[in-house]
C-alpha cells in the first residue's frame, strides 16, 4: 500500500539541510479522494522538490489526537510544516497550479 | 390521521429535555433545551451568545453531571475562560476534572488554499474524539459560522453543516450552536435552515439610554414555550432571565406576625405588626418619613436577630445611618454583626430588568427575612406601567416564594392624587400605609394612615406622626368639632381645652363653697330659731306653775275665809277642823 506512514522525523535527522521540505499530508480513512491527494503530492515533489522532501500522512481515524496540532478540519489537508511559515493546502491537490502557489513553488522554482 | 395526532402528541409531552440550569431559561422552555438535539442561539454581537452557552455546559457539567465539550472558533482559550471567570466560573478546574474540554479551532484563511475537493471530516473527528474523551453529553459549536469565513468553498460547507447536525443528533449530545444575527434573516449564513428544534434569539437594545438584554424563544419544536421576549442580565453568576410571565400564585401564607418596629404602628395593625412574608407599600411625599419607617423596620428585624437587607437607591447607608442616629435608631451595631446590610446603587444606573435581576441576586446570598426597598418608585419610571407591574410582580412573587418580608417605598408628590403606577402596584400588595402632609395653620404634620392591610383587622383612623429625638411616634390626632386637627393646632385646642376644663373646675369649688356657706347660714338660723323657741316654752312653764300656785294660794285663802265667817258651806268642801270640833263630843 503507497498510503502508510512513513517516518519523517529519520529522514530529517538523516538529511538536516536547510533547503528540507516537511509535508504533512492528513486523511481520514482509506477514501479515493485520499489517495488521489497523495499521489499527485507524490508527483508535484518529484517534480519539483526532488530529494529535499518528506512526507509524513496522518490518518485521523487512527489517530485522532493530531487533529487539533495542526487545526485540522478540512479533509485533505496537506501542512507544509518546514519550511515556515506554515501554510495549509486543502482538497484534493488536483489544481498543481494552485497547490505550487499553496507551497509557494511558483517562486521556489523560478529561480531554481 | 387521529392516530397520528395523538402520536404526535404524545410525543411531544414526553419530549425529552436537558435543563440548562439557567435561571429562568428552564421556566420559559418547560425544563430545558431538547435533549439529544441541536439548538441555535443567534444574536448580535456582544449579546450574550457565548455567555449563554458556556454557562450551560458549565452547569451541566457542575448541576447534572453532564460533562461538555465547547469548541470555539473565535476567541482564544485564555480569552474564553478570563471571560467566563467574571461570571465565577472556574474552567480551568473544570479541565483539570475532565468534565469539560475546550477545544479552540482556529482557521486563518489566509493559511489556507483551496485545491480541490475536500470535506469537513478533520472536524469531526476533532469533535468526535473531544466528545468521547470524557463522555460528553453536552457540546457548544461557538460560532460555527466563523468558518464561512475562514473556509472558501460555502457549498462544500453548507453541505458539511447539513451533515454535522445530523451526526450531532446521532451523536444523542445536546449542543447549542451559536451565530449572528443577520439582516434579513435569524442567522448571517441561514443556519436555522439546518437546525430546526429549538431556536432562541438574543438581543441587546437601547431604549431610553438604558441597554437592555433580551431572549425569546423563536422555535421549539414539539414543546410549549414562553413566545414573549424575556429581559435577562448577566451578572455576577451567570444569567438570569427573567419569565414575567410564567408566574405562579401559590405562595403560603404565614400566620406570624413581625413587628414594624414601631410600637403604636404595630397597634394600629391588630395589635401585632404585618405578617411574615407580606409585602407592605408605604406611600408618602418628600419628607414624610417613610426612610424612618424602613429604618425602623429593618432594625426590628436585626433585633429580632434575623437578617434585614436595605435597598436604598436615592441616599447612601452612610447618609441613612447618620440621618436615623439623629432620631435615636443606631443600626451600626446591626450593620456590624451582619444582620443589616444595605445596598445601594443608583436607579439611573441601569433599567429595570438588571436592577431586579441584581436585587434576586443580594436576596438569594443574603437571605434575608425583612426587605427594605427605597423607594421603588425611582426603579419604575424606566419603563411603562405595565412593564413595571409586571417587572414589580415578578419581584413580590419572588419575595413571597422566599418568605421574605418586603416593605416598599412609594414616593409621590403631595397632592392628594396617586399616580397610576402607585395604583398599579398597590393591588399586589398585602397592606397600605399612607404617609400624608397635613398643611394648615402655617405648617406642616405628617399623618398616617393603614390604608389596608389583608387578613387582619387594623385601625382606620388617622396617626399623627411624630419624627422625635427617640424614634417615630404615632399619637392620636384631635379629632373634635373643628375635623382632625394636627401638631400645633392639636397642641393649642388641647390647651384650650384644658383651659376651658380648669375655669370650669374653679367655678365648681367656688360654687361648692357658697352653698357650704349657705348651708350653714340656714343652720345657724335653724338654731336660733330652735333657742327662741326652747326659750318660750321655758317661760310659758314657768308661767304656768306660777298660775296654779296662785290658783292653790287662793283655795286655801278662800278656806281659811269660809272658815273665819262660819259660813254654812255646803259646798264640796268640809272644812277638816270645824267638822272635826263641832263631831267632838
Known amino acids: 500500500m503507497s498510503i502508510r506512514k512513513s517516518t519523517p522525523r529519520r529522514a530529517r535527522r538523516a538529511e538536516p539541510a536547510p533547503s528540507n521540505w516537511e509535508l504533512r499530508l492528513y486523511v481520514a480513512g482509506q477514501t479515493q479522494r485520499s489517495r488521489t491527494a497523495l499521489s499527485n503530492l507524490k508527483k508535484i515533489c518529484e517534480d519539483h522538490l526532488q530529494e529535499r522532501y518528506s512526507i509524513e500522512v496522518i490518518d485521523l481515524l487512527e489517530q485522532p489526537q493530531l487533529s487539533r496540532g495542526d487545526q485540522i478540519l478540512a479533509i485533505p489537508t496537506l501542512v507544509r510544516k518546514l519550511p515556515k511559515p506554515m501554510r495549509k493546502i486543502i482538497g484534493d491537490l488536483s489544481d498543481t497550479e494552485r497547490v505550487l502557489i499553496g507551497l509557494d513553488l511558483r517562486y521556489a522554482d523560478g529561480p531554481g | 390521521m387521529v392516530t397520528k395526532r395523538s402520536r404526535s402528541q404524545s410525543r411531544s409531552a414526553g419530549l425529552p429535555k436537558s435543563p440548562t440550569g439557567i435561571q429562568g431559561l428552564d421556566e420559559i422552555t418547560g425544563g430545558g433545551l431538547p435533549r439529544g438535539r441541536p439548538t441555535l442561539v443567534c444574536g448580535s454581537a456582544g449579546c450574550g451568545k457565548t455567555l449563554l452557552a458556556m454557562e450551560f455546559l458549565v452547569r451541566g457539567a457542575m448541576q447534572f453531571d453532564e460533562p461538555g465539550v465547547f469548541m470555539f472558533f473565535e476567541e482564544t482559550e485564555a480569552e474564553l475562560a478570563a471571560n467566563v471567570a467574571s461570571l465565577g466560573f472556574d474552567l480551568p478546574?473544570?479541565?483539570?476534572?475532565?468534565?469539560?474540554?475546550?477545544?479552540?479551532?482556529?482557521?486563518?484563511?489566509?493559511?489556507?488554499?483551496?485545491?480541490?475537493?475536500?470535506?469537513?471530516?478533520?472536524?469531526?473527528?476533532?469533535?468526535?474524539?473531544?466528545?468521547?474523551?470524557?463522555?460528553?453529553?453536552?457540546?457548544?459549536?461557538?460560532?460555527?459560522?466563523?468558518?464561512?469565513?475562514?473556509?472558501?468553498?460555502?457549498?462544500?460547507?453548507?453541505?458539511?453543516?447539513?451533515?454535522?447536525?445530523?451526526?450531532?443528533?446521532?451523536?444523542?449530545?445536546?449542543?447549542?450552536?451559536?451565530?449572528?444575527?443577520?439582516?434579513?434573516?435569524?442567522?448571517?449564513?441561514?443556519?436555522?435552515?439546518?437546525?430546526?428544534?429549538?431556536?432562541?434569539?438574543?438581543?441587546?437594545?437601547?431604549?431610553?439610554?438604558?441597554?437592555?438584554?433580551?431572549?425569546?424563544?423563536?422555535?421549539?419544536?414539539?414543546?410549549?414555550?414562553?413566545?414573549?421576549?424575556?429581559?435577562?442580565?448577566?451578572?455576577?453568576?451567570?444569567?438570569?432571565?427573567?419569565?414575567?410571565?410564567?408566574?405562579?400564585?401559590?405562595?403560603?401564607?404565614?400566620?406570624?406576625?413581625?413587628?414594624?418596629?414601631?410600637?403604636?404602628?404595630?397597634?394600629?395593625?391588630?395589635?401585632?405588626?404585618?405578617?411574615?412574608?407580606?409585602?407592605?407599600?408605604?406611600?408618602?411625599?418628600?419628607?414624610?418619613?417613610?426612610?424612618?419607617?424602613?429604618?425602623?423596620?429593618?432594625?426590628?428585624?436585626a433585633r429580632r436577630g434575623e437578617r434585614a437587607l436595605y435597598f436604598a437607591f436615592e441616599e447612601s447607608p452612610?447618609?441613612?445611618?447618620?440621618?436615623?442616629?439623629?432620631?435615636?435608631?443606631?443600626?451600626?451595631?446591626?450593620?456590624?454583626?451582619?444582620?443589616?446590610?444595605?445596598?445601594?446603587?443608583?436607579?439611573?444606573?441601569?433599567?429595570?430588568?438588571?436592577?431586579?435581576?441584581?436585587?434576586?441576586?443580594?436576596?438569594?446570598?443574603?437571605?434575608?427575612?425583612?426587605?427594605?426597598?427605597?423607594?421603588?418608585?425611582?426603579?419604575?419610571?424606566?419603563?411603562?406601567?405595565?412593564?413595571?407591574?409586571?417587572?414589580?410582580?415578578?419581584?413580590?412573587?419572588?419575595?413571597?416564594?422566599?418568605?421574605?418580608?418586603?416593605?416598599?417605598?412609594?414616593?409621590?408628590?403631595?397632592?392628594?392624587?396617586?399616580?397610576?403606577?402607585?395604583?398599579?402596584?398597590?393591588?399586589?400588595?398585602?397592606?397600605?400605609?399612607?404617609?400624608?402632609?397635613?398643611?394648615?395653620?402655617?405648617?406642616?404634620?405628617?399623618?398616617?394612615?393603614?390604608?389596608?392591610?389583608?387578613?387582619?383587622?387594623?385601625?382606620?383612623?388617622?396617626?399623627?406622626?411624630?419624627?422625635?429625638?427617640?424614634?417615630?411616634?404615632?399619637?392620636?390626632?384631635?379629632?373634635?368639632?373643628?375635623?382632625?386637627?394636627?401638631?400645633?393646632?392639636?397642641?393649642?385646642q388641647l390647651a384650650r381645652e384644658r383651659a376651658t376644663a380648669a375655669r370650669r373646675e374653679k367655678e365648681l369649688v367656688s360654687r361648692k363653697n357658697a352653698l357650704q356657706r349657705k348651708r350653714a347660714a340656714i343652720e345657724r338660723q335653724i338654731a336660733t330659731l330652735r333657742a327662741e323657741g326652747d326659750a318660750e316654752e321655758e317661760e310659758y312653764r314657768r308661767f304656768d306653775e306660777l298660775t296654779r300656785d296662785r290658783e292653790l294660794a287662793r283655795t286655801i285663802e278662800r278656806t281659811e275665809m269660809s272658815r273665819a265667817r262660819h259660813a254654812d258651806n255646803n259646798g264640796t268642801v268640809a272644812p277638816r277642823g270645824r267638822s272635826r270640833v263641832g263631831s267632838t263630843p
Open chain 2, 93 to 301: 478546574t473544570l479541565v483539570r476534572q475532565e468534565r469539560i474540554v475546550l477545544d479552540h479551532v482556529r482557521i486563518e484563511r489566509s493559511e489556507i488554499e483551496e485545491t480541490g475537493e475536500y470535506d469537513l471530516e478533520g472536524l469531526f473527528v476533532r469533535l468526535n474524539l473531544a466528545i468521547d474523551s470524557i463522555g460528553a453529553k453536552r457540546v457548544v459549536l461557538d460560532t460555527l459560522e466563523a468558518l464561512f469565513a475562514g473556509l472558501p468553498s460555502e457549498a462544500v460547507l453548507r453541505a458539511e453543516l447539513r451533515r454535522l447536525f445530523h451526526w450531532l443528533k446521532e451523536k444523542g449530545v445536546t449542543a447549542i450552536i451559536t451565530a449572528e444575527r443577520g439582516r434579513e434573516q435569524l442567522t448571517r449564513h441561514g443556519l436555522e435552515e439546518y437546525v430546526s428544534d429549538c431556536v432562541i434569539l438574543l438581543d441587546h437594545r437601547v431604549s431610553e439610554r438604558l441597554a437592555t438584554r433580551h431572549l425569546r424563544v423563536v422555535k421549539y419544536r414539539g414543546a410549549k414555550h414562553g413566545t414573549n421576549e424575556y429581559p435577562f442580565l448577566i451578572g455576577d453568576e451567570g444569567i438570569s432571565v427573567l419569565p414575567i410571565t410564567s408566574l405562579k400564585n401559590d405562595h403560603k401564607a404565614s400566620i406570624e406576625r413581625i413587628s414594624t418596629g414601631i410600637p403604636r404602628l404595630d397597634a394600629m395593625l391588630g395589635g401585632r405588626g404585618f405578617y411574615r412574608g407580606s409585602t407592605i407599600l408605604l406611600t408618602g411625599p418628600p419628607g414624610s418619613g417613610k426612610t424612618s419607617v424602613g429604618a425602623h423596620f429593618a432594625e426590628a428585624a
Open chain 2, 318 to 492: 452612610i447618609q441613612i445611618e447618620r440621618d436615623m442616629r439623629s432620631i435615636g435608631l443606631h443600626l451600626a451595631g446591626a450593620i456590624q454583626k451582619g444582620l443589616l446590610r444595605f445596598h445601594a446603587s443608583r436607579p439611573t444606573l441601569y433599567g429595570l430588568e438588571m436592577h431586579l435581576a441584581t436585587m434576586f441576586r443580594e436576596i438569594q446570598t443574603f437571605k434575608p427575612s425583612v426587605v427594605v426597598v427605597d423607594p421603588i418608585t425611582s426603579l419604575l419610571v424606566a419603563g411603562s406601567p405595565s412593564e413595571a407591574k409586571a417587572m414589580v410582580t415578578r419581584l413580590i412573587d419572588f419575595l413571597k416564594t422566599e418568605g421574605v418580608s418586603a416593605l416598599f417605598h412609594s414616593l409621590v408628590s403631595s397632592g392628594q392624587s396617586l399616580p397610576e403606577t402607585e395604583i398599579v402596584i398597590s393591588s399586589l400588595m398585602d397592606s397600605w400605609i399612607l404617609l400624608q402632609d397635613i398643611e394648615s395653620n402655617g405648617e406642616r404634620n405628617r399623618v398616617l394612615n393603614v390604608l389596608k392591610s389583608r387578613g387582619m383587622s387594623h385601625s382606620n383612623q388617622a396617626r399623627e406622626f411624630l419624627i422625635t429625638d427617640r424614634g417615630i411616634d404615632l399619637v392620636d390626632t384631635y379629632l373634635g368639632p373643628r375635623g382632625v386637627l394636627t401638631g400645633a393646632a392639636r397642641v393649642g
